[in-house]
């Protein structure tokens, strides 16, 4: 939303800059998650293992969700039928002005 408010940027662009901003500490935070909760099904309390077993799962899942069926997702929902149809633009990284 924000890309596509103060940047301009089509549909398509706008999810390529959210994911270049923030697609790598999803990744590593979805990591240590899963990592977090599978020493925790290492414990001898069933209840505890299998439950953080069946966590780890959800949180894998929702990452995988996240990747490849919310950016598709996004942009068939798009309001604006000139973005459906626009070539690729390429995301820069500059830095984004913040208005006060």
Known sequence: LRARRE???????AVRYAFSTVGV???VTTLILVAGFMVLAQSSFEINGVMSI???IGIALALIVDFFFLPPLL??????????????????DEPVPVST
């Open 7 to 13: 940047q301009g940027l089509s549909a398509e662009g």
């Open 25 to 27: 500490a999803l990744l």
């Open 54 to 56: 069946l966590t780890a």
């Open 75 to 92: 942009m068939a929902v798009d309001g604006d039928p000139e973005s459906k149809v626009s070539p690729i633009t390429e995301v820069k």
